[in-house]
């Protein structure tokens, strides 16, 4: 059994308009399928994001925490440049 549809009425740029009806006519398909099928891909690509698998998250987390706690206690906020990123952090001044 087929799921009922529900009208909507959109607005595209010129440019997608012209995109989606290439596409309906290079695939055999009207151009509402153009724009269903599109946004089955989005909903599948939200629902399944790709995973973190080498913990590159974990090492972000990691050097921040770190990072806090190198300054912890001074009561300042921390001023910093893109290169001390890469250097050693000074300690016991």
């Not at 590159?56 to 050097?63: A, C, V």
């Not at 925490?65 to 952090?89: C, D, F, M, S």
Request: aromatic content about 8%; charged content about 35%; cysteine-free.
């Amino acid at each position: 059994m087929r799921e009922s549809m529900v009208r909507k009425q959109i607005y595209l740029p010129r440019k997608q308009n012209l995109f989606v009806k290439r596409l309906a006519k290079q695939r055999g398909i009207s151009e509402a399928e153009v724009i269903r099928q599109a946004l089955e891909r989005d909903e599948k690509a939200v629902k399944n994001p790709v995973r973190d698998t080498e913990g590159g998250w974990k090492q972000i987390q990691h050097f921040v925490r770190e990072r806090q706690a190198l300054y912890a206690g001074q009561g300042k906020p921390v001023n910093w440049n893109r290169n001390e990123l890469y250097e050693e952090p000074k300690t016991g001044d």
